[in-house]
């Protein structure tokens, strides 16, 4: 799912959109480690405290995390690690190897069964369940391949479109576009803010793999156009995230993103959930809803 024009996602507001809401970041605060998660039932304390006896200096010290939903919130991405047992990756990969090549970029796994279960499965997790909105639904499953064979990269942009059942004329709806025969809207930005992204990763995705290059709390800029996202990327810097086999990223579609070719041997399978609030605005309705 992407902005249809990536290079230019035209329409947004100029820089800074919303600059007091962004952390500026400044040489005091680097940018903040990798969010990684195990997982946090909703309703948890925003911060999670840590007293620890140092043995050689008979000392106690008390350190307090930010909780990972707030992790999330204020990054916009997290790694949850693992999602899924390597039995689960095996089987995943055994299945997605039996299917015609041409699926590799294909967006409709969703209408496969053992997808619509694994979407289920993700949805209830308890790591994932927090990063979602009240009663959120899989709308979309896109999977992606790269290696040496099959090697590409995308420049940095953010996911505005969303597959729906069918076309409603509306001032605030543009980029009406088809894909592999489905309809795709760019979606009201208020209703992406609550849309989360699942990438479940079935190979280890190193650093030469080709993983995906995110700008840390750029998705509370709303949508940028290019010009906005090479500012961004300049002004909060940009983390690449490796994901180990069987883990997955969270991101909000709103957060800017790239990656490049993969320079290893290695395989990139990735399943690309896509989350959302059960209801549309506006009389749409979603083209798959799990
Ligand atoms: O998987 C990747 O490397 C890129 C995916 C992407 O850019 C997207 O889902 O919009």
């Not at 990756?89 to 496969?112: F, I, K, S």
């Not at 308890?126 to 590409?152: G, H, M």
């Not at 995230?241 to 993103?257: N, T």
């Not at 790239?258 to 399978?269: F, L, N, Q």
Request: neutral net charge.
């Amino acid at each position: 799912m992407s902005c249809t024009g990536r290079r230019s996602c035209r329409g947004g507001p100029p820089w800074p959109p919303s600059w007091d809401r962004a952390k500026r970041p400044s040489p005091e605060r680097p940018a903040p480690p990798l969010p990684v998660a195990g997982g946090l039932p909703r309703g948890a304390a925003p911060t999670q405290d840590v007293d620890h006896f140092d043995v050689s200096k008979k000392t106690m010290t008390h350190t307090t995390t930010i909780a990972p939903v707030d992790q999330f919130d204020e990054n916009g991405f997290l790694v949850v690690a693992p999602l899924i047992g390597q039995g689960d990756c095996d089987e995943l990969a055994d299945r997605l190897a039996a299917m015609p090549e041409e699926t590799a970029g294909a967006r409709r796994l969703l209408d496969e069964a053992w997808c619509r279960d694994l979407a289920g499965r993700i949805k209830d997790h308890p790591a994932i369940r927090p990063l979602l909105a009240e009663a959120a639904v899989a709308i979309q499953c896109i999977y992606f391949q790269k290696s040496t064979d099959r090697n590409w990269l995308v420049p940095f942009h953010q996911d505005l479109s969303m597959p729906v059942a069918s076309r409603v004329d509306h001032p605030s709806l543009t980029g009406w576009s088809e894909k592999e025969g489905n309809l795709h809207v760019q979606a009201p930005v208020e209703l992406l803010e609550r849309m989360t992204a699942v990438r479940l990763h079935v190979d280890e995705c190193g650093a030469e793999d080709g993983p995906l290059r995110l700008v840390p709390g750029a998705h509370r800029l709303g949508r940028l156009d290019a010009e906005a996202i090479a500012t961004a990327r300049r002004e909060l810097g940009e983390t690449v995230v490796p994901v180990p086999r069987g883990g997955a990223l969270a991101m909000r579609p709103l957060i800017p993103h790239a990656s490049s070719r993969s320079t290893g041997a290695g395989r990139r399978r990735v399943l690309h959930f896509v989350f959302a609030p059960p209801a549309l605005p506006l009389g749409l309705a979603w083209r798959s809803a799990v």
